[in-house]
C-alpha cells in the first residue's frame, strides 16, 4: 500500500492550487481518504475527508476550508484530490494524504483514524 501525494507549490494568496493522491497496491474505493496538513509548530490537523465508496461516499471539511477546498475521487485513475482555491497565507503547511480501510464505515477525520500515510507535499501561500 503506498500513497503519493502532488501537486504543492508556491501560489499568491487568492490563488489555486490542485493536489493529488495517487495509490499504488489498493483500490481507493474501498477507502476512507483523508488530507491533513501540519504548518511549523503546528500540530497536524485534518483538512478534508471522504469516505469510501463502498460506505457512504461522505465529506468533511474543517471549518477554516469550507467553501475553499473540494475533495474528491477519480477511480479510473485511483486517485483523490483536493482542489484549493482562495488561498489563504494560513494553508501555508506541508499536506499529507491518508488512508484507512478497507472498511464500509464513515470516515474519521483524525490522523489517528488513519493507517496508511504518503509523504508530503510542500504548499506555500505567500505574495
Given at each position: 500500500v503506498q500513497l503519493q501525494a502532488s501537486g504543492g507549490g508556491l501560489v499568491q494568496p487568492g490563488g489555486?492550487?490542485?493536489?493529488?493522491?495517487a495509490a499504488s497496491g489498493f483500490t481507493l474505493d474501498y477507502y476512507n481518504i483523508g488530507w491533513f496538513r501540519q504548518a511549523p509548530g503546528k500540530e497536524r490537523e485534518g483538512v478534508s475527508c471522504?469516505?469510501?465508496r463502498s460506505g457512504d461516499g461522505s465529506t468533511y471539511y474543517a471549518d477554516s476550508v469550507k467553501g475553499r477546498f473540494t475533495i474528491s475521487r477519480d477511480n479510473a485513475k485511483n486517485t483523490v484530490y483536493?482542489?484549493?482555491?482562495s488561498l489563504k497565507p494560513e494553508d501555508t503547511?506541508?499536506?499529507y494524504c491518508a488512508a484507512n480501510g478497507p472498511t464500509t464505515g464513515t470516515v474519521l477525520c483524525k490522523d489517528y483514524g488513519m493507517d496508511y500515510w504518503g509523504k508530503g507535499t510542500q504548499v506555500t501561500v505567500s505574495s
Open positions: 489555486s492550487l490542485r493536489l493529488s493522491c471522504i469516505s469510501s483536493l482542489q484549493m482555491n503547511a506541508v499536506y
